[in-house]
């Protein structure tokens, strides 16, 4: 089961082990000793920034795939240290990421520092709102010009109440022209909700090919003699312009379709153990100014998206974790495993 690494950092001594869970990291990612050290040198940076900066926040450390699938179709495992803060924010963000600044008299290495080092980095800072920032250290693959390769994907994962493993999942696979985004919440919490929704991940790999219905199907055998989960399943098809999207169970899905959004609807029922006999794919264009949110149900569900959750240009991992901060807030803390997933175009101007 894939471990995911929720570090509160309100003094000093969590920055250590921030730092060390970048480590861990690495290490369960595969990374070799310089991309080791270099994780561990974001993850100090960016919880030694919460601590200057914000009186604190919380340091989110997992193993993901990239936010654009290779060519080859191979998903790169990279750690992804995200940090969450409800602090004042940054009036200039460009100004905080140039090296040398700094409002607290120290050498102002930090963000710089980070967004230098790191494969992939962004943030997101409103004053008086707080700060997230998204850091990823891994592998790269080869390029790829074609339409697949505009699209990207990123989640935050958030276990409840710091528990070691999340029962929620997510993951997403190619298959030449087809882009497959799923979320997977094992019913309950705890190791053994992991483990179905671990299952569903193993099983999208090989069904990168399928539709979303018939991807949901193989799911369900596969999950079968585990507790269940709640899975959602879009594809793009990037050819043919079109995203197709199957759901069962409480997996929440909106699309943002020029500045309005619409609910994707789930089947009742649980992936595994008690599938719906009929499934529903739905079918929507998908365009460049498409945003696509997936979430468990541990998001509150007064939760509604905001302008910034559908901005193309944010990395889709900081868009899910400005979702899961702008959702709770320090006296109200997520209530159970929290993810959400986020599929998105990737902007002209990325490589």
């Known amino acids: 089961m894939p471990r995911v690494w929720d570090v509160p950092v309100h003094d000093s001594t969590r920055v250590r082990d ?22 561990a040198l974001v993850a ?6 919460l601590l200057k900066h914000a009186g604190g926040g919380l340091v989110i450390v997992d193993v993901v795939a990239p936010p654009v699938l290779a060519a080859d179709g191979q ?40 967004a230098r080092l790191a494969d992939d980095f962004d943030l ?18 080869p390029p790829d010009a074609g339409p697949a390769g505009r699209v990207r994907a990123g989640a935050v994962n958030v276990p409840f109440g710091g528990a070691e493993y999340s029962g929620d999942a997510w993951a997403w696979v190619r298959d030449g022209d087809l882009v497959t985004l799923m979320l997977a919440d094992g019913l309950g919490h705890g190791p053994e909700a992991a483990r179905a929704s671990d299952a569903a991940v193993e099983a999208l790999r090989a069904a990168a090919h399928l539709p979303p219905a018939e991807a949901v199907r193989r799911l369900d055998r596969a999950l079968s003699g585990t507790r269940g989960a709640a899975v959602a399943v879009a594809q793009v098809d990037t050819r043919a312009a079109v995203l197709r999207f199957t759901g069962v ?23 595994g153990t008690h599938r719906p006999t009929t499934l529903r794919q739905e079918e929507a264009p ?6 696509l949110v997936l979430h468990s149900d541990g998001l ?14 944010t990395d889709p991992a900081v868009t899910a974790a400005v979702t899961i901060r702008d959702a709770s807030s320090p006296a109200r803390p997520v209530r159970d495993d929290t993810a959400v997933a986020v599929l998105a175009p990737t902007p002209p101007d990325t490589p």
Do not use: K, M, Y
């Open 18 to 39: 921030a730092r060390v869970a970048a480590e861990h990291a690495a290490a369960l990612a595969g990374l070799d000793e310089p991309r080791t050290s270099t994780a």
């Open 44 to 49: 100090t940076e960016l919880a030694t920034n």
């Open 75 to 114: 998903a790169r495992p990279r750690v992804q240290i995200t940090t969450v803060d409800h602090g004042p924010g940054i009036a200039d963000v460009s100004e905080a990421l140039r090296d040398g600044f700094t409002t607290t008299g120290s050498l102002g290495a930090g963000l710089g520092t980070c």
């Open 124 to 141: 997101h800072s409103v004053p008086g709102r707080g700060t997230v920032v998204v850091a990823r250290v891994g592998t790269s693959g």
């Open 249 to 271: 169970g409480n997996i929440g899905a909106r699309l943002c379709e020029g500045g309005t959004w619409r609910h994707l609807v789930s089947r009742p029922g649980i992936v």
């Open 286 to 291: 998908w365009a460049d100014d498409r945003v």
């Open 300 to 313: 509150p569900s007064r939760w509604s998206p905001t302008s910034d959750t559908c901005r193309t240009a």
